[in-house]
Each structure stands twice: as C-alpha cells, then as structure tokens.
C-alpha cells in the first residue's frame, strides 16, 4: 500500500508565501536585538537600523544563503553512533513548567522529574528523539540547561533513541555545553564530524529575535554546529487574523534566520550548515484571550510549515496537534 500524504499548500501557495515573505524581508525587516548580529548582517549587505537594531534583508541575500543550508541534521544516539534515518521521526515537547502526578497533584517540575519524563521516553517505541518535556524549575535558570544536558545524556541509553539536540539559552551556556559535548565526543574535531548538538533562538512574533539567543545561535554556527528555531506566530493575536497571513509571518521569520545562520557559518569558514525550521504556531481564543494548543487551526498551521521547509530543503521540527 503506498503513503498517504496530507497537502496543504499547492505549489502555487508556497509560491505567494514565499514572495510575500521577501517582502516583508526587505521592505519592514527583522529586529535582531544584538549588536553582534547587526554588524554580520551590515557586512552582508543588509540594510541596518541601528536605533530600532532592525534589518532589512534583500531577496538577493535571503538566495544566496539558503543555497548553503543542509538538508538533514545527524541524529545519533548516547554512544553517537548514527541511528536510521526516517522521513518522519517523533519526539516528546518539552519545556513544561508542571508535573502532575498519578493522583493528580501537580508541582512544579524538576530535575529529578525530567529524569523520570526520559526513562518513559527512552521506553517507547513510538518515540525517536524524547527529551525531557519540562523544565528543572529547582535549581538557578542560569544552569538548568547545563543539569537538563548531563540528565539527559546520562539517562537515554536506549540506543534506538536519538538525543535531543538543543543547545545553550544564550552565549555562555552554549559554549559551556560545545565543551561539554566536545568530551563525549573525544574532542572538539570529533565533535564537528558529528555535530549533535545545536544552537538556536524562538523569535518572538512578529519578527523580533532575542539577544542571548542569537549568542547561542551565533556561536553554534561559527563552531560548524547545526542551528534551530521555533516559531509561534499566533493568529489574531501576534499575527494576521488569517491562517495565510500567520504564515507569511512565520515563514517570514524561518528565512531571517536560516539566512543568518548561514552567512555567520560562512563568515566563520563553514560553507553551509544544517537549521532547522520550527513551528508551533496556533489561533488566539478571543473568547479566554490565551494560545490554545490541539485545535485544528494548529494543525494546518504546523503542516503547511512543514511543507515549506521542505520547499527550502530544509529540517523541521512541528508540533503535533
């Protein structure tokens, strides 16, 4: 029996995102609230607003560097041997701020329930890439990442199952885990044949991207790293009330920083590394005034992002609804 595919953009939808995506590129721009991050992007021929740290990226620029981009970052597992390549691999969300227990008490996560989340994780078969679903809310925020890093690579020795590969929350971090995962590796050399970890930023919609992540982002890339983002452009709220407008946004915001990534890898000697496109994008409720997740809009949302990156040959990552 062959695949069943679910469609939700005709290529000439993915055109007009597409375009009108390089319009908003070059006539509004991206905020890049970095320093750093604006003298890369000046040096490439971007046009910089240094009082609003806004870019206007030109679709000359955006052409160039999305050539570079690699089609499929390296899942390996605790030993770092590579594990079978799928066209679809599943992997748990994470970032959850609560556990709720069997009967039904709830407290605020920690280290120790991120341990408990992965064994589940590193259990099932359905499940390719677990990582820890919630946040170590126990120890200082400066360092959970660091403690979520060990936890994990300590606890998933199912060697079916691939490691989660997120990186730092800012430049200091990141760099702390490039070590880290450098004497895993057995040096840094090894580490970039087989870069496992990554670097990256979730803009906040419309087109607004943190300073400490673009560090994060930053140093991943100048070290070969691959890089990650994950867009949360939200209907009627910080996007277009429409499900084509919220994609213009979000698609938007994947080629502003898959272009970024690609020109600080070039600038650092790396021609072309692998970033992968993210999106848990939904609809505001109106009625509460929250991001409601599971509703069906969610699901369009997700799966026409998929589409586009794979248009733009691209990883990406959805949120499942």
């Known amino acids: 029996m062959g695949k069943m595919r679910l469609q939700i953009l005709s290529r000439d939808d993915i055109k007009r995102i597409h375009n009108a995506s390089i319009k908003v590129l070059e006539t509004i721009g991206a905020q890049f609230l970095n320093h750093k991050a604006l003298d890369y992007l000046e040096k490439y021929g971007c046009t910089i607003d240094r009082k609003r740290m806004t870019a206007k990226i030109p679709e000359a620029v955006v052409n160039e560097f999305m050539k570079k981009a690699l089609p499929e970052i390296p899942y390996v597992n605790r030993d770092l041997k590579p594990i079978p390549r799928q066209e679809i691999h599943f992997a748990t969300f994470d970032q959850g701020t609560y556990l709720t ?5 709830s407290h605020p996560s920690t280290c120790k329930d991120v341990e408990k989340v992965l064994i589940v994780g590193n259990s099932l078969d359905a499940v390719d890439i677990p990582n820890g679903a919630v946040a170590a809310r126990d120890i200082n925020p400066e360092t959970a990442g660091l403690h979520t890093t060990l936890i994990t690579w300590n606890t998933l ?18 760099k702390v885990i490039i070590e880290m995962a450098s004497v895993l590796a057995g040096g840094i050399e090894q580490l970039r044949k087989t870069p496992f970890i990554t670097g990256g930023v979730c803009p906040t919609s419309p087109l607004v991207w943190p300073g400490p ?22 209907s009627g ?6 499900l084509a407008g919220t994609m213009v946004v979000h698609n938007a915001e994947m080629l502003s920083f898959e272009t970024f990534s690609q020109l600080v890898a070039y600038d650092a000697g790396w021609n072309g590394i692998a970033g992968k496109m993210g999106c848990s994008s939904s609809v505001l409720d109106v009625r509460k005034g929250y991001y409601p997740v599971g509703n069906p809009e969610m699901a369009l949302l997700n799966a026409a992002a998929a589409e586009l990156a794979q248009y733009y040959q691209c990883p990406n990552v959805s949120a499942g609804a």
């Not at 227990?101 to 008490?105: A, N, Y």
């Not at 709220?237 to 429409?242: D, E, N, Q, V, W």
């Open 101 to 105: 227990e069997r009967d039904g008490t």
């Open 237 to 242: 709220s910080m996007a277009p009330m429409s």
């Open 213 to 234: 992540g673009l560090d994060s982002m930053m140093i991943a890339a100048e070290n070969g790293m691959a890089t990650w983002t994950i867009g949360m452009a939200t």
């Open 157 to 174: 020795s199912n060697p079916k199952k691939a490691l989660p590969g997120y990186g730092g929350r800012d430049g200091k971090t990141m």
